[in-house]
């Protein structure tokens, strides 16, 4: 049972990673909310069977949190935004999707390399999540560096948020009001980044950062 | 006496700095803000000095605040209670003074709320038993003087002076926590008992004398880090200047014993080098400035720079000898520097109080503008004569007892083992003997322009006699340098404690020699009777005197139509401070200092008058201070850029430095 519980954990938490990549492979603006929407459904699979083998009731409120909030609110009001913006609906890269892939990979690498040896002695299952939830987050990070449209960063973004709850539900004791307060600043930031979204588009036509850039006067 | 009462009288001084705010306004506030600190500052001192002779043991408390983990410890060793019996009669002292001084201040709400706060800051720093409290007092002590410095802000000069203070205040406390940082090592121990329990490795421990030296250093006044103090001494209020220069500095003395001889563990041989010779370099330094400055305040805080240096080199002795394992030796040259420290509060205050009663007489600071006071304000001119001689290191007073047993200390370095010290110890002796000289000649430049001769000035010439409170001051600290001259072996043996404190041995009682003398070694290598010298004096002085109106006086004496060579009765003719200290500069001038003279001399014919400009600039702004803001310039120049990134970028900076952390972090476990 033991070994189950621990493959089933290892499976989801896996599949957060692969999502990662698939997330950093789209260049279309809709298919990579579908993307971000399945992320956030394997998140909310993984935390409630955290829940379960950990026998901690409050996990369940997480992922329940995920699944309404990630899984549904967000991606659906991401698409309506999409929608009502107007733009052109592909996603600008800064460097192009091979060598995107190839350093993601690198970071995965070095992700597993620090966590398993930092967290020497500790409980494997919580070793691999943490592993995998770092990963999430440094290959959020990357979308975000790698991308120019906002709508794109907004999402890596979100991603890099996953891999918090991952590591937050891993490690054992993380209070609930602290995963709640983090679920609702996520959403007052969608908010906030969706509230931008429609003012820069308003003023230059276009989502892409690089037009705020151009109008700073300091792209060089 | 346990420490909590301290910590009461503390408590009651920064009351009082409260109170001063809305004294200020008060008629009379600032006499009821000076007395109070005048009282509760002469309570603490006398405690401090009945601990020191009763020998009272180390009492600790602990406070709930501070730091969490920590809290507050506090915690009263003989090495503090002689510290704070100088510092609170010091304090004592300017605030009677200022008793009668702070009257003429213009604005008494910008020091009034801030003089008690500083006392108490530096009572604080004094039993501090942990480095969060130690730092936070310091920083304390730091910025309340800074608002005194900045008390007469209006004058730009003063602004400058406060500035350049801040600066080099943040910057040697900032030395002072990295030095505190790696005494408490990885595991955070901030209680000086932990630190005492986990001594650093040597290097670390070289590491924390070098960054002591540079932040206990900057406080005192070791050159180079001492460009900040003329400027900033001379800017506050007299008796304020006298606290900071005359107390101050003792603290930062303090901190550095307590940082180098208790908390950094056994020393190495090679400890002694660079504070030995930054003390000498600063001696010299010191006194050579000190004898070019025109303002009589700016000497007097030129005259620290050098005393520090005095200090110093004795502390540097200390260590040496220490660390070779010669204790009496070590003893020896520990009693000087702290016999010193005593001496030089004292007469530091004196001199200022001297200054600050010819500041109420004249308005004014400049020596050139002075002359002839001695007639004028007999009293005051008797009491800063007292201290002229005193800081000259003359006999009988206290200066010439403890800088002889400096030089005893040096006499005694060809039996150490190391050549380097058995080298570098005759020459800071050297240095420090020509400090020495020439911390006479700049006394006498000093007393002889503004005190002798004729009046320079209509403000000189109406000079009235000051107030009784600050007569009594500088009276008291007179008759302390006298008395402290006198029976040397009384004080060296009320030092012995400290002294077995930090070096492990005191020397031998003092009390054993007869009729007052003392013989720091052995009675057939040296000994010194202050109390014969001052009676040969006194006897061979009356005598004279006798003689002299006995024979001389009743005699009718008929002028001479030829006036010695001082035909023109016009007061400019006389010995200017300039002109006094001219053969000095072109002796230094060029590697010292630098020294600009030009002649501005009218044609024949031409009415406007001849013009003789002469600028000086301590070469330390160029050598140390230009290099290290050209660089900072610099590097702001470059990293200007990174206020223009884009987006992107900034993100990549993040997430780069995200990436290289965690890769040192996979490499490095």
Redesign the interface.
């Given at each position: 049972m033991d070994r189950l519980a621990f493959d089933i954990a290892h499976f989801l938490a896996g599949g957060l990673v692969l999502i990662s990549f698939v997330l950093l492979y789209q260049d279309r603006l809709f298919a990579l909310l579908n993307a971000y929407a399945l992320q956030a459904l394997t998140l909310a699979f993984a935390v409630a069977w955290q829940a379960h083998i950990q026998e901690a009731p409050h996990l369940y409120i997480t992922a329940g949190i995920t699944l309404v909030f990630k899984a549904l609110i967000i991606p659906v009001a991401l698409h309506r935004m999409v929608a009502r913006l107007g733009v052109h609906r592909e996603v600008e890269t800064v460097v192009s999707l091979v060598p995107t892939m190839l350093g993601g990979i690198g970071l995965v690498a070095l992700s597993m390399v620090v966590m398993l040896r930092v967290t020497h002695g500790a409980d494997p299952l919580t070793r691999e999540d943490l592993a995998f939830a770092l990963s999430v987050v440094l290959l959020g990070m990357l979308m975000m560096v790698t991308r120019t449209n906002a709508v794109s960063q907004v999402v890596g973004f979100m991603s890099l948020e996953n891999g918090l709850i991952l590591a937050a539900a891993a490690a054992k004791g993380m209070p609930l009001v602290v995963e709640i307060s983090v679920a609702f600043s996520v959403l007052i930031a969608l908010i906030v980044i969706g509230i931008f979204l429609f003012r820069i588009r308003e003023r230059f036509d276009s989502v892409d950062l690089q037009a705020l850039d151009d109008f700073r006067g300091e792209h060089r | 006496m346990p420490v909590s009462a301290w910590l009461l009288g503390d408590a009651a001084l920064l009351v009082l700095g409260f109170l001063g705010v809305a004294l200020s306004r008060a008629r009379g506030g600032s006499t009821l803000v000076y007395s109070a600190a005048f009282v509760i500052t002469a309570l603490l001192g006398a405690a401090a000095l009945a601990r020191l002779l009763g020998g009272g043991q180390a009492a600790t408390v602990t406070l709930p605040f501070g730091l969490p983990w920590l809290g507050a410890h506090f915690r009263i060793d003989t090495i503090s209670t002689f510290f704070l019996a100088v510092i609170n009669f010091g304090a004592a002292a300017a605030s009677f003074f200022a008793i009668g001084y702070g009257r003429h201040e213009s604005e008494p709400g910008r020091v009034l709320p801030f003089f008690p706060v500083f006392l108490a800051a530096m009572n604080l720093v004094l039993v501090a038993d942990d480095a969060f409290t130690f730092l936070l007092s310091w920083e304390l002590m730091s910025l309340a003087s800074w608002a005194l410095v900045m008390a007469h802000s209006r004058d730009p000069a003063n602004a400058r002076a406060g500035f350049v203070y801040i600066l080099m205040a943040s910057l040697g406390t900032f030395a002072l926590l990295l030095a505190f940082g790696l005494l408490a090592g990885a595991d955070g121990h901030y209680a000086f008992d932990a630190i005492r329990a986990h001594p650093p490795t040597p290097v670390l421990a070289g590491l924390i004398l070098a960054l002591a030296l540079f932040g206990a250093g900057s406080k005192a006044g070791l050159a180079p880090l001492h460009v900040w103090l003329p400027l900033a001494h001379p800017a506050a209020p007299s008796h304020v200047s006298a606290l900071m220069s005359g107390v101050m500095t003792k603290v930062a003395v303090y901190g550095f014993l307590r940082l180098v001889f208790d908390l950094a563990g056994p020393a190495d041989w090679w400890w002694g080098i660079p504070v030995l010779t930054a003390g000498a370099g600063t001696a010299v330094l010191g006194v050579l400035f000190a004898l070019l400055q025109n303002d009589f305040k700016r000497v007097l805080a030129y005259s620290t720079i050098e005393n520090i240096g005095v200090i110093f080199v004795a502390l540097g002795l200390a260590l040496a000898f220490k660390t070779n394992n010669f204790g009496a030796a070590a003893a020896l040259a520990m009693t000087a520097a702290l016999f010193h420290v005593l001496n030089h509060a004292i007469f530091k205050n004196l001199l200022f109080f001297g200054a600050g009663a010819v500041l109420t007489a004249t308005g004014e600071r400049n020596l050139g503008k002075l002359g002839g006071l001695l007639n004028r304000m007999p009293a005051t001119g008797l009491f800063v004569l007292v201290g002229c001689a005193a800081i000259s290191a003359l006999p009988p007073l206290n200066g010439f007892a403890s800088e002889w047993l400096a030089f005893q200390a040096i006499l005694l370095s060809p039996s150490l083992p190391s050549w380097a010290l058995k080298l570098l110890i005759p020459a800071a002796g050297a240095l420090l003997a020509l400090a020495a000289a020439l911390a006479g000649a700049c006394f006498v430049r000093a007393y002889g322009i503004g005190f002798l001769g004729r009046p320079r000035s209509d403000a000189a010439k109406n000079a009235v006699e000051v107030d009784r409170f600050s007569l009594v001051a500088m009276g008291f600290l007179s008759l302390l340098c006298l008395l402290a001259g006198i029976f040397p072996g009384i004080v060296i043996d009320a030092l012995a404690p400290i002294v077995r404190g930090l070096v492990g041995v005191s020397m031998a009682p003092q009390s054993a020699v007869g009729w007052f003398a003392i013989a720091p070694i052995a009675e057939s290598r040296s000994s010194y009777d202050g109390l014969l010298v001052f009676l040969f004096i006194a006897l061979s002085a009356m005598l004279a005197a006798f003689i002299i109106h006995r024979t001389a006086s009743n005699a009718v004496r008929v002028a001479s139509p030829w006036d010695c060579g001082f035909p023109d009765a016009a007061t400019n003719t006389q010995y200017s401070p300039e002109s006094f200290a001219q053969p000095i500069r072109r002796v230094f001038s060029g590697f010292v200092f630098t020294t600009q003279e030009s002649v501005d001399m009218p044609a024949p014919g031409d009415l406007r008058p001849a013009r003789y400009d002469l600028r000086l600039r301590d070469r330390a702004w160029e050598i140390v201070y230009k290099p290290v803001v050209g660089g900072v310039q610099k590097l702001a120049d470059v990293l200007n850029r990174l206020q223009?990134?884009?987006?992107?970028q900034y993100?990549?900076l993040?997430?780069a430095a995200?990436?290289v952390l965690?890769?040192a972090?996979?490499i490095w476990?």
């Amino acid at each position: 049972m033991d070994r189950l519980a621990f493959d089933i954990a290892h499976f989801l938490a896996g599949g957060l990673v692969l999502i990662s990549f698939v997330l950093l492979y789209q260049d279309r603006l809709f298919a990579l909310l579908n993307a971000y929407a399945l992320q956030a459904l394997t998140l909310a699979f993984a935390v409630a069977w955290q829940a379960h083998i950990q026998e901690a009731p409050h996990l369940y409120i997480t992922a329940g949190i995920t699944l309404v909030f990630k899984a549904l609110i967000i991606p659906v009001a991401l698409h309506r935004m999409v929608a009502r913006l107007g733009v052109h609906r592909e996603v600008e890269t800064v460097v192009s999707l091979v060598p995107t892939m190839l350093g993601g990979i690198g970071l995965v690498a070095l992700s597993m390399v620090v966590m398993l040896r930092v967290t020497h002695g500790a409980d494997p299952l919580t070793r691999e999540d943490l592993a995998f939830a770092l990963s999430v987050v440094l290959l959020g990070m990357l979308m975000m560096v790698t991308r120019t449209n906002a709508v794109s960063q907004v999402v890596g973004f979100m991603s890099l948020e996953n891999g918090l709850i991952l590591a937050a539900a891993a490690a054992k004791g993380m209070p609930l009001v602290v995963e709640i307060s983090v679920a609702f600043s996520v959403l007052i930031a969608l908010i906030v980044i969706g509230i931008f979204l429609f003012r820069i588009r308003e003023r230059f036509d276009s989502v892409d950062l690089q037009a705020l850039d151009d109008f700073r006067g300091e792209h060089r | 006496m346990p420490v909590s009462a301290w910590l009461l009288g503390d408590a009651a001084l920064l009351v009082l700095g409260f109170l001063g705010v809305a004294l200020s306004r008060a008629r009379g506030g600032s006499t009821l803000v000076y007395s109070a600190a005048f009282v509760i500052t002469a309570l603490l001192g006398a405690a401090a000095l009945a601990r020191l002779l009763g020998g009272g043991q180390a009492a600790t408390v602990t406070l709930p605040f501070g730091l969490p983990w920590l809290g507050a410890h506090f915690r009263i060793d003989t090495i503090s209670t002689f510290f704070l019996a100088v510092i609170n009669f010091g304090a004592a002292a300017a605030s009677f003074f200022a008793i009668g001084y702070g009257r003429h201040e213009s604005e008494p709400g910008r020091v009034l709320p801030f003089f008690p706060v500083f006392l108490a800051a530096m009572n604080l720093v004094l039993v501090a038993d942990d480095a969060f409290t130690f730092l936070l007092s310091w920083e304390l002590m730091s910025l309340a003087s800074w608002a005194l410095v900045m008390a007469h802000s209006r004058d730009p000069a003063n602004a400058r002076a406060g500035f350049v203070y801040i600066l080099m205040a943040s910057l040697g406390t900032f030395a002072l926590l990295l030095a505190f940082g790696l005494l408490a090592g990885a595991d955070g121990h901030y209680a000086f008992d932990a630190i005492r329990a986990h001594p650093p490795t040597p290097v670390l421990a070289g590491l924390i004398l070098a960054l002591a030296l540079f932040g206990a250093g900057s406080k005192a006044g070791l050159a180079p880090l001492h460009v900040w103090l003329p400027l900033a001494h001379p800017a506050a209020p007299s008796h304020v200047s006298a606290l900071m220069s005359g107390v101050m500095t003792k603290v930062a003395v303090y901190g550095f014993l307590r940082l180098v001889f208790d908390l950094a563990g056994p020393a190495d041989w090679w400890w002694g080098i660079p504070v030995l010779t930054a003390g000498a370099g600063t001696a010299v330094l010191g006194v050579l400035f000190a004898l070019l400055q025109n303002d009589f305040k700016r000497v007097l805080a030129y005259s620290t720079i050098e005393n520090i240096g005095v200090i110093f080199v004795a502390l540097g002795l200390a260590l040496a000898f220490k660390t070779n394992n010669f204790g009496a030796a070590a003893a020896l040259a520990m009693t000087a520097a702290l016999f010193h420290v005593l001496n030089h509060a004292i007469f530091k205050n004196l001199l200022f109080f001297g200054a600050g009663a010819v500041l109420t007489a004249t308005g004014e600071r400049n020596l050139g503008k002075l002359g002839g006071l001695l007639n004028r304000m007999p009293a005051t001119g008797l009491f800063v004569l007292v201290g002229c001689a005193a800081i000259s290191a003359l006999p009988p007073l206290n200066g010439f007892a403890s800088e002889w047993l400096a030089f005893q200390a040096i006499l005694l370095s060809p039996s150490l083992p190391s050549w380097a010290l058995k080298l570098l110890i005759p020459a800071a002796g050297a240095l420090l003997a020509l400090a020495a000289a020439l911390a006479g000649a700049c006394f006498v430049r000093a007393y002889g322009i503004g005190f002798l001769g004729r009046p320079r000035s209509d403000a000189a010439k109406n000079a009235v006699e000051v107030d009784r409170f600050s007569l009594v001051a500088m009276g008291f600290l007179s008759l302390l340098c006298l008395l402290a001259g006198i029976f040397p072996g009384i004080v060296i043996d009320a030092l012995a404690p400290i002294v077995r404190g930090l070096v492990g041995v005191s020397m031998a009682p003092q009390s054993a020699v007869g009729w007052f003398a003392i013989a720091p070694i052995a009675e057939s290598r040296s000994s010194y009777d202050g109390l014969l010298v001052f009676l040969f004096i006194a006897l061979s002085a009356m005598l004279a005197a006798f003689i002299i109106h006995r024979t001389a006086s009743n005699a009718v004496r008929v002028a001479s139509p030829w006036d010695c060579g001082f035909p023109d009765a016009a007061t400019n003719t006389q010995y200017s401070p300039e002109s006094f200290a001219q053969p000095i500069r072109r002796v230094f001038s060029g590697f010292v200092f630098t020294t600009q003279e030009s002649v501005d001399m009218p044609a024949p014919g031409d009415l406007r008058p001849a013009r003789y400009d002469l600028r000086l600039r301590d070469r330390a702004w160029e050598i140390v201070y230009k290099p290290v803001v050209g660089g900072v310039q610099k590097l702001a120049d470059v990293l200007n850029r990174l206020q223009f990134l884009t987006i992107q970028q900034y993100l990549s900076l993040v997430f780069a430095a995200l990436v290289v952390l965690l890769l040192a972090l996979a490499i490095w476990t």
